[in-house]
């Protein structure tokens, strides 16, 4: 089974404080996904990254930054906390597509409940 | 247009009934489609994937894809109470493309069986 582990259930902190959201895969993938999740707006896709090192910006990269030092390792980061990134964040993984050029499904972690107040 | 577009519900069923989620999407080239379950508080679970049109059964959840047409649908037969979540459907934009990693998620059908 896929195991995508966020390093926290729950998170509270200020604002202007900078936060790292980490996130490890063990399955070998190549690709990581950062989204948030809020009432009524649906999973928006932050950033994603497809290689180590490589990264690319989603819909909604205002505001954040990404590291992806290791395969297993995408890390979010919140340069200066504000109150409207108050949100669920979910970090998932997916492989490179199969053989039939299928794309393969995307795997979540629990999410990150992270509070700025 | 939305990209993906999905129905918010809630869809209310009798217990034991067929539940019939539906979503349709805009990119005609789209590959790959997936539904995922999504409980309150919980993160999005992949329950089933299909690539080619015609239907795909999993258990007691049946995928149909039409691509002409542009919808992909989701069946639950026999629904339980623990059925109960948002199901969220998901498109892969395009292929071989700068968002072929990509899924594009619709916001979601609330689906409520009632014992």
């Known amino acids: 089974d896929v195991k995508v582990t966020q390093s926290s259930r729950y998170l509270v902190k200020r604002t202007g404080e900078k936060v790292f959201l980490e996130c490890v895969q063990d399955?070998?993938?190549?690709?990581m996904f950062w989204y948030r999740q809020d009432p009524g707006l649906g999973l928006r896709l932050i950033y994603f990254s497809y290689d180590v090192k490589m990264k690319e910006k989603g819909d909604i990269p205002e505001g954040y930054s990404v590291s992806r030092e290791k395969k297993e390792r995408f890390s979010l980061i919140l340069e200066s906390a504000s109150t409207n990134q108050t949100s669920m964040y979910l970090c998932?993984?997916?492989?490179?597509?199969?053989?039939?050029?299928?794309?393969?499904?995307?795997?979540f972690g629990d999410g990150t409940r992270l509070s700025i107040l | 247009q939305k990209e993906v577009e999905q129905n918010s519900g809630p869809l209310s069923v009798p217990e034991g009934a067929i539940a019939s989620l539906n979503c349709t999407y805009s990119d005609r080239v789209s590959q790959s489609f997936f539904w995922y379950r999504q409980y309150s508080g919980k993160s999005p679970e992949l329950i089933m994937s299909i690539y080619s049109n015609g239907d795909k059964e999993d258990g007691r959840f049946t995928a149909q894809l039409n691509k002409a047409s542009q919808y992909v649908s989701l069946l639950i037969r026999d629904s339980q109470p623990s059925d109960s979540a948002t199901y969220l459907c998901?498109?892969?934009?395009?292929?071989?493309?700068?968002?072929?990693?990509?899924?594009?998620f619709g916001s979601g059908t609330r689906l409520l069986v009632r014992p």
């Open positions: 998932a993984s997916s492989s490179e597509m199969d053989p039939l050029n299928s794309n393969q499904p995307q795997h």
């Open positions: 399955m070998d993938h190549e690709n």
């Open positions: 998901a498109v892969n934009p395009r292929l071989w493309m700068d968002s072929s990693y990509k899924l594009i």
